[in-house]
């Protein structure tokens, strides 16, 4: 419920700029003293509540024994949100015409990114956790497989991946975690337990 709450929320927080926004450029309701001050206090609440749907977003069960994750490609895609919105921000802030007020919500995303990345990093949101019979991968969005859903499992060049019968695989970059004797020895206690050991390919 949390989670689903910090999602609507920062979505209807954007959602209020973005008209805001549409409002100011397209109309006189709204004049120039006014809407910086709705600027300023509705972007701080949008970095806020994506900080909070990051932090919902990566909740446990308590007894949840969770790895920091943190690879390479998480930052890389995060890095190409943030330097596509400054661009289109600052194309949009040099256009001469009134809708380069529109480059306040391209700065705002591209500096919300930039703190939800610290904040997750700071706060070790980005994990993997075996909970139950529940694979959870935390990085830039979450994904979850089911022990009934894996079709194989197969480790190979520091990369492990777990391929559902749909096709569909996620991909663990195992030899950038910290932590990666520990995560072996959970991953194969957790085959065990779940009787997957006829899952796993040999490397």
């Known amino acids: 419920m949390n989670s689903l709450f910090s999602i609507l929320l920062k979505n209807i927080i954007l959602l209020a700029l973005i008209i805001i926004c549409l409002v100011f450029v397209f109309t006189q309701y709204i004049g120039y003293k006014e809407v910086r001050y709705i600027f300023s206090g509705m972007g701080a609440l949008y970095v806020l509540a994506s900080c909070y749907e990051a932090y919902a977003l990566s909740q446990l069960k308590k007894e949840t024994r969770k790895f920091i994750y943190f690879p390479d490609g998480l ?21 001469g015409s009134i809708i380069k007020y529109m480059a306040f919500l391209c700065f705002l995303i591209a500096f919300t990114e930039i703190v939800v990345t610290i904040w997750r990093k700071l706060k070790n949101l980005c994990f993997v956790a075996f909970e139950g019979d529940q694979l959870i991968v935390s990085t830039n969005k979450i994904h979850t497989t089911s022990v009934k859903e894996i079709q194989k499992i197969e480790s190979r060049h520091g990369l492990t991946y ?8 996620i991909t663990l970059r195992t030899d950038m975690m910290s932590e990666k004797a520990e995560f072996d020895a959970a991953l194969q206690t957790w085959i065990k337990e779940h009787h997957l050991s006829d899952k796993v390919v040999a490397e």
């Open 75 to 95: 930052v890389a895609k995060r890095i190409i949100k943030i330097i596509s919105f400054t661009c289109i921000g600052v194309l949009l802030y040099y256009s």
């Open 162 to 169: 777990f391929v559902n019968y749909n096709k569909k695989a």
